[in-house]
């Protein structure tokens, strides 16, 4: 039975600007996002009835999870026969702003893509992973790159060297959905990242314009409503690193001059916090090298 092997890395935002309310709720973006070493594995294969397992983290295995959710959706597109059974091993926090959910249910586009020999683009793909989520379009294409529109218009940059990040996550989840609201009604919005300086700088692969670009406007707001994650912030910057909110939160990620100084960061904030993980901005020969290991038959 043939059984296809994929990895769907985290997500980091460099840039996110939130620009305006559409009138289906969404809101406009422009950010660039940048994946992570730090991935989940997702394993596919056809079966007579649909089954979805999950290793490392407590999620539904249901219509509510979003990778059972691409399977409907693709299966109904496209009447499919028969089901697929989804094993996730989960090593991506759940709930914490680092896409986790919604690159399991773009590697699950891709799957179905190859188990069902449909030979879809991957512009195609992105059409339908739209329909999953905002962060889905990215997690199709999963290298450096700017998202506009609610996310789902790509436009891929070049590949940035592998960066030493630490990710933090207090051990508790944040409320996007109230991040947004109270984002809607600050009258003074927060200053807009500096989007085209950022690029330019990744263009250049200007490691010093890299760090002076980063911004997240929902940053404050998300401090505003959980103020305790001022600390985690202060704490990370008195390690050398850089820190900054990944999404609308709870993680931190921490930008590190080197490895040496993210891994000294990882073994003192691992005493604090209940999740504390050491990862890289994801290089093309890692991508390139986890490919190769993607199908097989058994």
Known sequence: MEQIILYNHAKINLTLSILQKKADGYHDI????????????VICSKAEKTLLLVQGADLPLNNKNLAYQAW????????????????????????????????????VLKAINELFHLRLPLPQLVYYGKQLGADVPFCLYEQTALAEGIGEKITVLPTLPDFDVVL???????????????????????????TQQMIRAIKEKDFVKIKQWIANMLEPVTLSLYPQLEMVKTDMARLGLLPFLCGSGPT????????????????????????????????????NGENKRKTYNN
Not at 176 to 194: A, G, I, N
């Open 30 to 41: 422009a950010s660039i996002m940048q994946p992570l070493t730090l991935s989940d594995t």
């Open 72 to 107: 409907e959706l693709m299966q109904r597109e496209f009447a499919l026969t028969g089901g697929i059974q989804i094993k996730l091993l989960k090593n991506i926090p759940v709930a914490a702003g680092l896409a986790g959910g919604s690159g399991n249910a773009a590697a």
């Open 168 to 194: 933090v996550n207090p051990g508790f989840a944040v409320s996007t959905k109230e991040v947004y609201e109270t984002f809607d009604r600050y009258e003074q919005k927060p200053v807009l990242p500096q």
């Open 252 to 287: 931190f990620c921490g930008l590190a001059e080197d490895r040496r100084q993210a891994q000294q960061a990882v073994q003192i904030l691992q005493g604090k916090y209940p999740l504390v993980l050491q990862s890289q901005f994801l290089s093309e020969g890692i991508k």
